[in-house]
Structures are given as structure tokens and as C-alpha cells.
């Protein structure tokens, strides 16, 4: 069974940056797709950004393109988000995801297989 330790979240400024880390348990981490969703206080969880296990597919949601940066390490079993430009919207508890290996990255919820316990951001303004 895959587990996905999150850290690095916070209480930040507005305009602050922040790098989250998430590491992955199984062997399989270099063939599996990987992403970050956020869930706001009494708000669904939503898609933030995803990436490929090559890193070869990037994907965002529109808000967040251009601020953040989501990337791999495939020697250390981790995924990263590099959060800039915060803004007190991005408020929420970031998640890390991991869906079944050899399968695309995708916006979906439904189709990751694995979670972590998620971290905290907080952006004051």
C-alpha cells in the first residue's frame, strides 16, 4: 500500500512563497502520475496542478499558472509544489496524490488511488 507524506506548509504573507514536499513509499514511484489538490474550509477539493513520471506532462488550473511550479525527484521518491506570488485565496489544505502506475496525469479526483494527510496553507493578507 502507497503512502504520501506532505510538508512544508505554513502561515505566510500575501506575496510569500513556499515549497511543498511530498514523498512517496513504493519502488513504483518513477511510473506513477502524481498531483496536488487543495480543499478551502467548507469548499470541495480541487485539482492544483499535476505531472507525469517522466515529467514530460505539466498541467495547472488556470488560477495558479505562472505562480506555482510542480516538479519531481524521482531518485528521492518525492514531488514538490513551488508555490510564489501567494495570495490569501490559495488558503486551503494541499493534498499530494498518487494514481495507479503507467497511467496519465490527470485533473480527476476520482482517478488517484493514493492521499496524504494533507498540510496546511495560510496566506494572510
Known amino acids: 500500500q502507497v503512502q504520501l507524506v506532505e510538508s512544508g506548509g505554513g502561515l505566510v504573507q500575501a506575496g510569500d512563497s513556499l515549497r511543498l514536499s511530498c514523498v512517496h513509499s513504493?519502488?513504483?514511484?518513477?511510473?506513477?502520475?502524481m498531483a496536488w489538490f487543495r480543499q478551502a474550509p467548507g469548499k470541495e477539493r480541487k485539482f492544483v496542478a499535476a505531472?507525469?513520471?517522466?515529467?514530460?506532462?505539466?498541467h495547472y488550473v488556470e488560477s495558479v499558472k505562472d505562480r506555482f511550479t510542480i516538479s519531481r525527484d524521482n531518485a528521492k521518491n518525492t514531488v514538490y509544489l513551488q508555490m510564489n506570488s501567494l495570495r490569501p485565496e490559495d488558503t486551503a489544505v494541499y493534498y499530494c496524490?498518487?494514481?495507479?502506475?503507467?497511467?496519465?496525469?490527470?485533473?480527476?479526483?476520482?482517478?488517484?488511488?493514493?492521499w496524504g494527510q494533507g498540510t496546511q496553507v495560510t496566506v494572510s493578507s
Open positions: 513504493a519502488r513504483t514511484f518513477n511510473s506513477t502520475a
Open positions: 505531472i507525469s513520471r517522466r515529467s514530460d506532462g505539466l
Open positions: 496524490a498518487s494514481r495507479a502506475p503507467n497511467l496519465v496525469p490527470t485533473a480527476r479526483a476520482p482517478d488517484y488511488t493514493s
